[in-house]
């Protein structure tokens, strides 16, 4: 009757460690997961630095700069001068970026969507506005969300994990 209650000593030892192993594994990742949202708010802050310096740039369709855009080529380019790099159009980031946000979720840099085929886009630069490439005739514009906005909203992602 020894054998038995050796193997459940083992197993209770083998659970406590197991446990601890676990715990730790979750204080590491808690670490990790901080660095990597550290990382991820440094590169949203230069996407957005990047993307106010192309204000006033004209809209081309297919453009992705420099000097002219078009929505999606925009944002491709901010977050590729971030390091982060992303598909050409609208409906391939939103799909290729799994990090999703709600309308009141998002935070500098996030990437926003509008309209049933997701087919407009901008990056959102805090405090209810956004800075995107409008449309052909048009420049690179910093704008108000307004309800028009948030009507058409269709989706948020957050790029850089």
């Keep these: 009757m ?3 209650a050796e193997a459940a000593n083992a197993r209770t030892a ?3 460690t197991s446990a601890r192993t676990a715990a730790a594994a979750s204080v590491s990742a808690a670490r990790i ?15 957005v630095k990047y993307a106010y310096k192309q204000i006033g740039d004209r809209y081309r369709y297919g453009g992705t700069g420099p000097g002219s855009w078009d929505c999606s ?18 409906q ?3 799909r290729a970026v799994k990090y999703k946000v709600s309308w009141k979720g998002a935070v500098k ?3 926003l969507f509008f309209y049933g085929g997701r087919s407009h886009m901008g990056i959102y630069v805090g405090k209810g506005y956004m800075i995107h490439a409008p449309s052909s005739g048009k420049r690179v514009k910093k704008v108000k969300l307004n309800g028009y906005y948030k009507r058409n909203f269709h989706g948020a992602v ?3 994990y």
């Design 33 to 47: 997961s901080a660095s990597r949202k550290a990382r991820q708010k440094k590169r949203a802050d230069y996407a």
């Design 109 to 111: 840099g996030d990437l």
């Design 158 to 160: 957050r790029p850089g």
């Design 92 to 94: 391939q980031i939103y």
């Design 2 to 4: 020894a054998a038995p």
């Design 73 to 90: 080529g925009l944002a491709g380019g901010s977050w590729r001068k971030a390091g982060v790099k992303l598909p050409r159009t609208t």
């Design 14 to 16: 083998s659970s406590t």
